[in-house]
């Protein structure tokens, strides 16, 4: 899978999960300062990633994840 | 230091007749029932295939985001509550946060997100469970939702006392602006179970009734052949405030809140005391209360819910703490029974009556139980001047809330 490929599926999810405008996704992006996902949102974000991406996110790495693109590199090394 | 007066200045509402207070307020004066049948699948298994649903589903009203984060009990509160807000023309008022309170509670609170979530541990296991099912099931959540979006600093709070709620919301409504501790109070009831679980068991208590292939002909509180509830959903809010504080907006008043009774029956957890003792006390405090000649009370929305044993307690207990001459109405036989939002409903249709002075109709009353000594506007409103009416509500728990409107 591509970065865009995975940046397109988390956007998806961010779309779902907390409103955001996908065209609004890109890896610069901060998940709380930039898009306005919430903390309870980010949870909702992440278990859905495991699913679409088959992939573990541990709890201890999601607070590593502040960016879109920070998300994406991990889901990347994963997958 | 004499005691505030208290208005009621705003209505909302999302309810099985109609998705706010017009529209509901239309269908009861036509005698419209909201009962239909359940046809989702899971109805099929139930001894009780009925129930009053939503005329209006939430999701035609709230965003997609915001609703997954809330059940729909809190959905609905909060539609109700900004239809309420609108209504009072307090959204652009300046009102000061501190000064405004919510009182909003619920029966049974987020049970079916409770057991949707519950169906997601067993499936797939905890990690799946969502992030938002305490905010979702706590029962504090219709109100706190109601403070948070209106801006309510002076406290939110969440009665629960059954079937009783939406009544006892408003009353402790009507305590907080006499005591000052806020002008304006957003209060009533939300209610929101229609699922197997609930349904399952109100049906084993025998409580409901199993007329399913006549949904509409169901709810027949006082009627020789009623057999039980009907088990409805929906949200009713009123804005109640200061008199003197509604005065100096400009805002127009559709009654005053007069007063208002509580009793419990320290007697049994579900039946209501046999000879209504409870009920008796409740309406006299209420009319102590409001100060109100009886005689002047010439209306009562009954709690009536179309049970065998409840619906006649009640008659006693009015002919004991009213009087012979009220004209009684029962819309619960067109709502079904809202349960926590019940009491809320109602009020809104008592203060209607007394606005336009109309008592709506009470449908189903075919063969009225012998018993029936005090008059009721059965299939058709009745018009007649409303000078002060009052609104009974009752609940599992031994909880008997009665309030008196006048007109303002």
Known sequence: MTRDE?????AEILEEVAGVNPDDVAEGKSFTDDLDVDSLSMVEVVVAAEEKFGVKIPDNEVQNLKTVGDAVSFIEAQS | ???????????????????DVASTWDAMLAGRSGVTALTQEWAEQLPVRIAAQLAVDPSEVLDRVKLRRMD???????????QAWADAGLADSGLDGERLAVSVGSGIGGAITLLAQDDVLEASGPRRVSPHTIPMLMPNGPAAWVGLELGAKAGV???ASACATGAEAIALG??????????VVVAGGTEAVIHPLPIAGFSSMRAMSTRND?????SRPWDTGRDGFVLGEGAGIVVLERADHAAARGARVYARLAGAGITSDAYD??????????????????????????RDIVHVNAHATSTPVGDMLEIGALHKALGDHPVL???????????????????????LAIRDGVVPPTINLDDPEPGLTLEVAAHKPRHMEIPAALNNAFGFGGHNVALVFTRP
């Open chain 1, 6 to 10: 995975i940046t397109t599926g988390l």
């Open chain 2, 1 to 19: 230091m004499s005691r505030p007066d208290v208005v009621v200045t705003g209505l909302g509402a999302t309810t099985p007749l109609g998705g």
């Open chain 2, 72 to 82: 729909r009990s809190e959905a609905i509160a909060l539609i109700a509550a900004q």
């Open chain 2, 157 to 159: 709070h969440s009665v």
């Open chain 2, 174 to 183: 009507l305590d907080i602006i006499r005591a000052g501790r806020a002008d």
């Open chain 2, 214 to 218: 006549e949904p509409e002909r169901a």
């Open chain 2, 269 to 294: 957890m579900v039946q209501p005391h046999a000879e209504g003792e409870g009920a008796i006390r409740a309406i006299a405090k209420a009319i102590a209360d409001a100060d109100v000649a009886k």
């Open chain 2, 329 to 351: 109405a029962a819309t619960k036989s067109m709502t079904g029974h809202l349960l926590g939002a019940a009491g809320a409903l109602e009020s809104i249709a008592t203060i």
